[in-house]
């Protein structure tokens, strides 16, 4: 496996920032660090956001963004539902990912800001996807609405699409998933020989924040884990991961669940990739990735 120069630059930036920046070292000061400090809510910024209208909505108690472009907006949309472990707010790379996305794509996206853990767990949160992915299909209808989500954001996307299938509600047009999160028990064996390589993703803090995202149900409910529940009748599944991403044997026992269920998926695992390396903008697989996800939502 031979990466572009570009591609090893960006991951020897990355290697120093994580090693400047310092790691805390027990999942118990994470999760305390992480509940009496969250990190900081972060709106669109007017530098990512040129050319695009911004606004506001309520769907319930869940504060929505709605991103339009200016110039000939189709009349489709995309929900996004941003990924961070449960307990993280959307930052400032998502924002630049789905402010391009809405240019390439021409459609509306609507961004939940959903309530974190512990003040929410996945009963609540699940539930709250599934309010906003309805409005999307009453408004634009199912056959132009998308569903994206990265990484814990992929695994709110695949249990609402599971949730929204049991209670009889009309489905979006397809589910687009870039490193979902969809076993919480990390329990796949495979996951040991590629933590090494993972410079994002440490199994022992991914696990603290599981435990808190579940509240009282166990890790392995399909609403905590999605991976352990239905996949027959759901949309469509488009997957982007890395094989340097430890929860990447998420999507690939994904892949053969869908299609033991007779479901349709596409797969995309690039070679040495990190977690939800679509997001990186200086690097060509990630660009080549965003060019097949915003023709995904044209």
């Known amino acids: 496996m031979k990466l572009d120069l570009r591609t090893l630059l960006f991951h020897s930036v990355l290697r120093r920032r994580i090693a400047k920046g310092g790691?805390?070292?027990?999942?118990?000061?994470?999760?305390?660090?992480?509940?009496?400090?969250?990190?900081?809510?972060?709106p669109p910024t007017d530098k990512v956001s040129s050319g695009i209208d911004i606004s506001t909505q309520?769907?319930?108690?869940?504060?929505?963004?709605?991103?339009?472009?200016?110039?000939?907006?189709?009349?489709?949309s995309f929900v996004y539902v941003h990924g961070g472990s449960f307990i993280s707010e959307i930052g400032s790379g998502q924002w630049r990912l789905v402010m391009e996305l809405v240019r390439r794509s021409g459609s509306t996206c609507l961004v939940p800001i959903y309530a974190l853990a512990p003040q929410a767990t996945a009963v609540t949160t699940v539930?709250?996807?599934?309010?906003?992915?309805?409005?999307?299909?009453?408004?634009?209808?199912?056959?132009?609405?998308?569903?994206?989500?990265?990484?814990?954001?992929?695994?709110?996307?695949?249990?609402?699409?599971?949730?929204?299938?049991?209670?009889?509600?009309?489905?979006?047009?397809?589910?687009?998933?870039?490193?979902?999160?969809?076993?919480?028990?990390?329990?796949?064996p495979d996951q040991a020989t590629i933590a090494p390589h993972d410079l994002m993703m440490r199994r022992d803090y991914l696990l603290a924040a599981a435990q808190v995202y579940a509240g009282d149900l166990p890790l392995e409910n399909p609403r905590v884990s999605p991976l352990f529940g239905d996949f027959s009748g759901l949309p469509p599944m488009?997957?982007?991961?890395?094989?340097h991403d430890v929860v990447a044997t998420d999507s690939r026992q994904l892949v053969e669940r869908v299609r033991a269920a007779g479901g349709e998926i596409t797969y995309v695992e690039a070679p040495g990739m990190q977690h939800v390396y679509p997001?990186?903008?200086?690097?060509?697989?990630?660009?080549?990735?965003?060019?097949?996800?915003?023709?995904l939502l044209a």
Request: net charge neutral.
């Open 279 to 295: 997001i990186f903008r200086l690097i060509p697989e990630a660009t080549k990735a965003r060019k097949a996800i915003a023709k």
């Open 23 to 42: 790691r805390i070292e027990t999942v118990a000061e994470y999760i305390r660090v992480k509940q009496q400090h969250p990190d900081p809510y972060e």
């Open 58 to 76: 309520y769907v319930g108690a869940t504060l929505v963004y709605r991103l339009t472009p200016q110039q000939n907006p189709a009349p489709r």
């Open 238 to 243: 488009h997957v982007f991961t890395g094989s």
């Open 127 to 188: 539930a709250s996807a599934c309010d906003v992915i309805r409005n999307a299909v009453e408004e634009f209808g199912a056959a132009n609405v998308s569903v994206l989500g990265d990484s814990a954001g992929g695994t709110i996307a695949v249990a609402a699409a599971q949730n929204l299938r049991d209670a009889g509600d009309v489905l979006p047009a397809r589910l687009i998933l870039l490193a979902p999160w969809l076993d919480l028990a990390m329990t796949h």
